[in-house]
């Protein structure tokens, strides 16, 4: 055991500690810059110093490297600690007079402005962080001091574009001045980025609402599978739950019935650029939207505009790729209703006004057609016509800097440019782009619109043509989440009612052993497997329990052979007969 | 040979029951006009028509035939369907040979969603087969 004393309070300590540490254990805080806790201190800003007593002598030095040793008397607040740290934040300030962190550290000290001055003032404080952190913990030393003196700065080799950097940023998360960004050299236009992924760490949850609710390591992202190095998760993780040896495993499960319910896709509304839609900033579609109204979305639940102002003006757009002859001609049913729930959070979270430019108003479901109403109570423009285009192409004083939707007012009948600060579409929703995929694995069919079939639209709304596999939710159709839930429940009974009885075809196909040459066509053409060989007697035989009747066998038969109940060539051709008779 | 005004063809059609015999269905009950010169036989697979169902119908009177299935790749029954195919190519060869004309025997792929289609595909197929003229089997052979 270790024992000390810090500002008069003893402290013991088993293994080697820093004091900074120490200290912190106590609650005493002392400022740092160019400390951080997972990576191997430096002692570069000398903001941290304390006043050390050991045997007699004291001295000054830096509490983030300096260990406990016995009998030591440390002094975090002393004057002689004041008047050091005074002079450290006087010659980082010349150093870096526009950081606002050095400032902040200088105003603790008193320090508003430096008697030292630069010729080169910049934020880099030379803490060495960056440089640490990239050797420590992203493993590929990128980055180093170069030269010394004054004219030791952070590069590198050469100066050059680094080939060695993996642009994973965590020089930039661990400066303490800002010194470091991050720019995006191929200058792309990012409408609302923050509103589709916000700012992401490699390893995090999904969504404040994931099933389930636990962090995953997007591989892509994480340094550790980059470089072998960081593990820092693993470091911070008290549950010891993190395990980079984890693979994707596929598994085998036999299963009686099976339930799709893959959901949709939502239409790429950059498909109609008339819309503006990754051209103009404040264009956005719904779910962004949705992400922008909900409280653990990107702004907390404000609805901001990309230079963090509230809307004055929002245009709703109904019908983006539904009920149209070019992309879909559908009406994806949930879109109107949607419109209008965000027509009432703009309603509720600000004080823009609203225009809702629709076709037909679908409220169909219970309680719907009075809510719309509401709208109208709550000041919404519904404007009847499909909007032709969104431009910042402004003709008037009132429309610049705004967007304005072009439309036609069926109502009035009159076309009409409308400024407003932000678009909402509304875009159809779309079967998934693995739809066609799904339906290939599980022998399923696709409707017109391209969702899954169901096999009859009244009387088997939840099953499919293959037995056993269940419809539910948007793979079938558009729908909304009532309907989603009662299709659910209703694929869960339809399994349910399944029961242990096994049902066969009565239209199976059957041998004549008497007959049978034993060719084997027909078990060459059988696609189930149905038909096996006798060895003794030479003929082949029909299992009727797999037979699915499908008649490829009888049809194949050079003997005539094969026979299928219900479908026997001589039924065929009375069927032929009877036709063409007289 | 061609009575063209008063000829109203006889197609026999041999429907699969999972698709395009619900194609056909959903062509009803969407009740999209085609002339009524096509009559389905139902069979559970397109891969269960036997040549000697053609043979037959053709030998019976048929003006035309045509077989109907799932699209290739959507048989209910994985591969009927392409069974049909190697049929049907040299079925139809062998037909040409007897003097029975390509507009008369076709084969088509008609999905349960594809209703309009099927209507289509019936009306353009009796119109053909209207302009080619009866087929008159019996009387070619002298039966």
Known sequence: ?582 | MNDNNDFSPKIVGFLCRWCSYQGADLAGTSRIEYPPNLIPIRVMCSGRVDPVFVMKAFSEGADGVMIFGCHPGDCHYKEGNYKAIRRFHLLKKMLNQFGIEDERFRLEWVSAAEGDLFAEIVKDASEKIKSLGPLNWKERVGV
């Open chain 1, 1 to 582: 055991m270790i024992t000390a004393t810090i500002d008069g309070q003893k402290v013991s300590f088993k293994e080697k500690t820093t004091i900074l540490k120490a200290a912190k254990n106590l609650g005493i805080e002392i400022p740092t810059l160019c400390y951080n806790e997972v990576i191997k201190p430096y002692s570069a800003c000398r903001i941290c110093v304390v006043e050390v007593s050991l045997n007699g002598r004291t001295k000054i030095a830096a509490s983030c490297s300096t260990e406990i040793e016995e009998g030591m008397t440390i002094k975090t607040d002393s004057l002689r600690v004041m008047n050091a740290r005074k002079i450290v934040a006087e010659l980082l300030l010349g150093r870096a007079p526009d950081s606002p962190q050095v400032k902040e550290i200088a105003l603790l000290y008193g320090v508003k402005e430096s008697r030292f001055k630069s010729d080169t003032p910049q934020k880099c404080i030379l803490c060495g962080l960056c440089v640490r952190a990239c050797d420590e913990i992203v493993g590929v030393s990128a980055i180093s001091f170069i030269n010394r003196g004054p004219e030791r700065e952070v590069a590198t080799p050469f100066k050059e574009i680094s080939s060695t950097c993996i642009q994973c940023g965590t020089c930039a998360y661990v400066c303490p001045t800002g010194s470091i960004t991050i720019e995006d050299v191929l200058n792309r236009k990012v409408i609302h980025s923050e509103m589709t992924l916000g700012p992401t760490t490699a390893i995090r949850v999904p969504s404040l609402q994931s099933t389930p609710n636990v962090p995953y390591i997007d591989t892509d992202a994480c340094i550790h599978f980059k470089t072998g190095n960081c593990e820092i998760c693993k470091v911070y993780c008290e549950r010891e739950a993190i395990n980079y040896d984890m693979k994707e495993e596929i598994v085998d499960v036999d299963v009686g019935s099976i339930v799709i319910s893959t959901g949709y896709d939502l239409f790429d509304s950059s498909k109609l650029p008339q819309f503006g839609y990754g051209r103009y900033p404040n264009v956005v579609d719904s779910i962004q939207f949705e992400k922008l109204c909900h409280a653990s979305g990107p702004t907390g639940g404000k609805i901001l505009l990309e230079n963090g102002k509230p809307p004055e003006r929002i245009a709703i757009v109904h019908c983006v790729g539904s009920r149209d002859e070019k992309y879909k001609k559908y009406c994806s049913r949930v879109c109107c209703m949607y419109a209008m729930k965000f027509a009432h959070l703009v309603h509720e979270k600000t004080d823009a006004e609203i225009f809702e430019f629709y076709i037909d108003m679908r409220a169909f479901g219970k309680g719907f057609e009075e809510f719309y109403h509401r709208m109208l109570e709550e000041g919404v423009n519904f404007i009847r016509g499909k909007v032709a285009e969104v431009t910042d192409g402004a003709v008037t004083k009132a429309e610049e800097g705004k967007l304005i939707v072009r439309c036609e007012d069926t109502l009035i009948g009159r076309v009409r440019r409308i400024p407003v600060d932000m678009v909402v579409l509304c875009p159809a929703m779309i079967p998934r782009k693995d739809a066609e995929e799904v339906m290939k694995i599980f022998g399923l069919t696709k409707s017109a619109d391209g969702f899954i079939r169901e096999q009859h639209p009244k009387l088997a709304p939840v099953s499919t043509d293959s037995d056993g596999i269940f419809l539910a939710g948007a793979c079938q159709g558009p729908k909304d989440i009532p309907d989603s839930v009662t299709q659910g429940a209703g694929a869960a009974g339809a399994v349910l009612s399944l029961g242990k009885v096994f049902a066969m075809e009565p239209i199976y196909s059957f041998i004549d052993e008497e007959l049978c040459a034993g060719c084997k066509i027909c078990i060459s053409v059988c696609p189930y497997d149905a038909i096996s060989y006798d060895d003794e007697k030479h003929i082949s035989r029909v299992d009727e329990m797999m037979c699915k009747g499908c008649g490829s066998c009888v049809a194949a038969c050079p003997g005539g052979v094969a026979v299928q109940k219900g479908f026997r060539d001589e039924q065929i051709f009375s069927e032929i007969e009877g036709i063409l008779f007289a």
